[in-house]
Structures are given as structure tokens and as C-alpha cells.
């Protein structure tokens, strides 16, 4: 039996291989990370993100799945829920009632089709529990009995959340089962950003599904304190076998007069794409919940939008893109939870992170337009603040070195900011920033430090390109319509001269700190020891 089941799961590989590949995406994940008590991370488990992306001559098709109690889920929805839709189900002619009919079936035959992949396992254990003796001191054979149920349980257990979205003749679908976020970010006639999160998530916080469970006899009230369910907030989920056959033996659920929670998927669409220029996001709860953690939900969706806009204006390709943002994320996440700051105590640990983006009409910006290359984007803290301004802002400042290669233009988060004083608070687009190697930099005064630093990115630059820095920041407005959109100015731009690599390679110090050096000894040798002539050694 156990040869058959593996026999089963290894066709499925192949059912997608000869579909093409979107190049209009990009995908950035990370594992699940735990912090010990210095900041140090661990996997506490193997990652159980599944995502796809694919195209054909008619449509578009892409999906992040966020698997949990294992992988075996979200990779097996990830392969079937493809082939149930784009090996001839779709086309053109279809509309908009077709479409979402098509959508619903697809989940409900891969959920059934993944419950048929276990019945013989689900069989044996069943038959194995009943010849458990009861009260009676564990032998040799029961205690090999056991292992097998252990190992039986290891093998069915599970399930996955997803989010996939279909374009189909240049209308935007998005099918949502649980708890993943699809953002579609529209570039307007005046430069902003409008973000539009497509759905909600489906936990007890969602007022439609507490009608919905209510309505099979559930008490709402009661949900909502629960919270999770068979230990996911999720109320609707693919697999878990055991909330879905043996609801009625979960207390929360054991009232209901049907199963409560369904893989029915929620579908939005078709909403067009017509003159849409900006990009689609597919987020995988896990990268959501480390953002809300480390900054809290209110401007989650502006701060990832604003991310994007900003990679995409500097990567060379959207799959660095989206890396570099998972990465920024990340981060962010592990400097909130070794600060000791007020929500520390939130960040100890994240989930697997997946990030999928998808652009719309977007084009390619001239690499020689722009002072930045590319690059690695590692966030740091470094404290900023504006105590005059009210609007609601963030800083995140990078210090990027150019690399070769062509860039995606980002959209008008990314600009050219003037005379104008910053705000304070969360903010996220580009400035143009270059490093004068000729002259020493002068300092201008500035407002005094927040106890909340926001982040620095530092990235390391090849020998053969000159340094360039840049500032990125957005103002994001809390408006009936989210948008983001730059305003003011930290730094003016100075002309320069790159500096050359000398013979050893490295390129010469072009600040001089002989006489900070010089008044720091003359102020600290008394009594010491110390001469007036100290520097790096």
C-alpha cells in the first residue's frame, strides 16, 4: 500500500512539466526561523510554502500556498490545482460566471483528490487503533503498533492555505482559501501608488465567516475567543483531515450541523487590466504575520508596496526583487526581536515566507538613467525622526553599490525629492544619493533620533563600481484609497568623481579622520597615558 501511495505522488511531478514558465514574476521565499534568547536563528522545521507560475497562449496562472504539519499539502495542491485548470478548462470565451465556476471546481476535485491519495493510509489506521488493548501495560507489540500509527499519522496529517490568481483575456481573477493576501498596486494618472488588497483572510476576525459558521449552528462569540482552530486560525483550509471528517470530536465544532470548514475557495473577478500599469502580489501568510509582528498591521499593505516599488527600481531582475524584499522583511523582523523594543516580544519566531510578483505592464527602465545597479539589500537600524510633521511616514535608507545588469523600473514611489523636510513615521520609495569622493562630506543638522530607529540597507559593491547611495522613502496617507507616493527631501545631490581602486584593490579612504582622532586623544590622554596621536591601526 505504502508503495502504491509513493507511486501515486511521484506521477504527479510530471503532470506540469511541459508548461511554460511566466517571465513576468518573480518569487522570493525564506524558511520558518526561531530566535534564541542572543538573536540567533534555527529552522525549527522544513519549509511548507508551495508557489507556481505559469502562462500559456491563453491565460496567465499563478498561486502561493502556505502548507502546515508538513509540505505534502501545499506541494500536492501546487501540481494538481494547475492541471485541473490549464490542460484545456480555460479559454477565452468563457465569462466571468464560467470562470469562477471553473476556479471552484478545480479546488474541490484536488481536495478530493488528495483525500483519495490517503484513504488506505487513513484504513490502516483506523484498523490498528482498535487493536490497541486498553489499560493494558505496553508489550513489545503494541509498542511496535504504535510506531506504525505514529508514522501512519505523520503521513496524513496536514493541510495548506492558498491564494492563486488567473488572468484570463486581460482580467485579473484571485481565488483565496484561508489566510494567504493578494494586493494589486495601481500606478495613477498622478504619480501614486493605489493599493488594493483583493479579499480577507479567512479566520474568526472575518465577520462573513462568522455568519457563514454561525449559520451551521456555531457560536460566533465563542470562535472569535478560540481563535484557533485544531491549532490554525484558518476556517477555511485544503487537507486537514481531521477538522474536515472528525469535526464533530473538536469541541468548537462539534455543534455544527455540516463540516464548518471548507475548501470552497472565495472568488474576486473579473476585474480588468485594461491600461493597468503597477504589479500584482501573492503573500504567503507567514511573510505577512513577520511584517505585522515587527511594525503592526495597520500599514502592513502600504510598507510591502513600498518595498516592491523600491526593488523594483534597483534590482536587475523581478526574481532578486522579490528575494530582496523576503530579505528586507526578514530582517526587519530579527532587529525588532534583539532590540528589546515594545514589540519584541512578538518577533521570537516567524513562518516560511513567500512572496510572488507579478507585473503589469510594466517597463524597463535605461540603466544609465538611474544611479543605482542592482544589489544585494541587507536592513539595518538607524534612527531618524521628524518631530514637526504629522502624517504618517517611515524611513528606509540603503546604502546601495551599483552591479551589472538591465533594471525594472519601479513606479512613482521612486523620485527626486527637493527642498521639502521629510515626515516621521513608516516610509518607503527612492532618492538618488551620490557619494562626492572627491570632497570631504559636510554634515548638516537634523532632527534629533526616535527610540524606534528605522532601517538602513547596506549592500556590498563589486571592486570595479563606484559607490552610490540612496535614500527610499514614501509618504503613505491613510485615505478612503491607500496609496503611497514620495514627498521631501533628506539629502541634495552632489556632483562627483568615482574613486579608483588602488593596487592592493580596495579603493582609498576619501574621509579624513586625522583630526577627530587628534582632539579625541588630546580630550582623553590625561591621566591615561594616552598620546594625542590615535587612529585606526
Known sequence: MAAQRSSLMQSHQSWTDDLPLCQLCGVGSAPNCVYSPDGQGTQSHPNEDGHFCFSTESCFLYGVFNGFDGSRVASFVSQRLTAELLLGQLSTGHTDADVARILSQAFDVVEKSYFETIDDALAEKANLQTQLPEGIYPSAQTQKIAERLKTLEQEVSGGATAIVALILNDKLYIANVGTNRALLCKTTTDGQNQVIQIGRAHTPDNEDELSRLAQLGLDPVRLRQTG???????????????????????????????????????????????????????????????????????????????????????????????????ERVKRLHHDVYVSGRQRASHCSRHEDMTLLIRVINYTLADGSLTPTQGGRIYPVSVPYS??????????MLSLVMPAQGTLTNGSSTASTLEGDTPTAGPLTALIPLTIDTSQPISESPGPAPPSDPAPLCVCAPPLSQSPTATLQSSTTHTQSSSSSSGDGSLFRQRGSQAAQPDETGPVPPYVDFTQFYRLW???HSEGQGLSGDLGPQ
Open 228 to 326: 484557533l482552530i485544531s491549532g490554525q486560525s484558518s476556517t477555511r483550509r485544503i487537507g486537514d483531515y481531521k477538522v474536515k471528517f472528525n469535526y464533530t470530536d473538536i469541541d468548537v465544532l462539534s455543534a455544527a450541523k455540516q463540516k464548518p470548514i471548507i475548501s470552497e475557495p472565495e472568488i474576486h473577478g473579473g476585474q480588468s487590466l485594461e491600461g493597468v500599469m503597477g504589479f500584482l502580489l501573492l503573500m504567503s501568510e507567514g511573510l505577512i504575520k513577520a511584517l505585522e509582528s515587527a511594525h503592526g498591521p495597520e500599514q502592513v499593505n502600504q510598507e510591502i508596496v513600498a518595498m516592491v516599488a523600491a526593488e523594483l527600481a534597483q534590482q536587475s531582475s523581478l526574481e532578486a526583487a522579490a528575494q530582496s524584499v523576503v
Open 386 to 395: 521628524n518631530h514637526q510633521s504629522t502624517s504618517k511616514t517611515s524611513v
Open 521 to 523: 586623544g588630546s580630550d
